[in-house]
Nanobody
Framework: QVQLVESGGGLVQAGGSLRLSCAAS????????MGWFRQAPGKEREFVAG????????KYADSVLGRFTISGDNAKNTVYLQMNTLKPEDTAVYYC?????????????????WGQGTQVTVSS
């Protein structure tokens, strides 16, 4: 079992930055992949970025490529999402998720554990 707790959300003006953190407890991350998803009001949950602890290139949604960076600290069991040049359309609840699959997947059905979410609001 894995417990995930996100933090770092908040209100920011367009063009600003935020860094989200996802702290995990329970099992180690050695064989997991991690993902960030987001869900805006009235919209489906969508993949934002993912990383595998076993290595490989992180995966990003086209809408955030070049602006967001996912990284992780295995020793701290924590994954981060650095969000730069934020836009109003980035406003959503952001969720951290863990998958027992080593390869990053963009589908939410591939993830076994989810955090409670953290709100990110970008004002214009």
């Amino acid at each position: 079992q894995v417990q995930l707790v996100e933090s770092g959300g908040g209100l920011v003006q367009a063009g600003g930055s935020l860094r989200l953190s996802c702290a995990a407890s329970g099992r180690t991350f050695g064989s997991y992949s991690m993902g960030w998803f987001r869900q805006a009001p009235g919209k489906e949950r969508e993949f934002v970025a993912g990383i595998s602890w076993s290595g490989g290139t992180p995966k990003y949604a086209d809408s955030v490529l070049g602006r967001f960076t996912i990284s992780g600290d295995n020793a701290k069991n924590t994954v981060y999402l650095q969000m730069n040049t934020l836009k109003p359309e980035d406003t959503a609840v952001y969720y951290c998720a863990a998958s027992v699959l080593r390869i990053v997947r963009a589908s939410s059905t591939a993830y076994d554990y989810w955090g409670q979410g953290t709100q990110v609001t970008v004002s214009s």
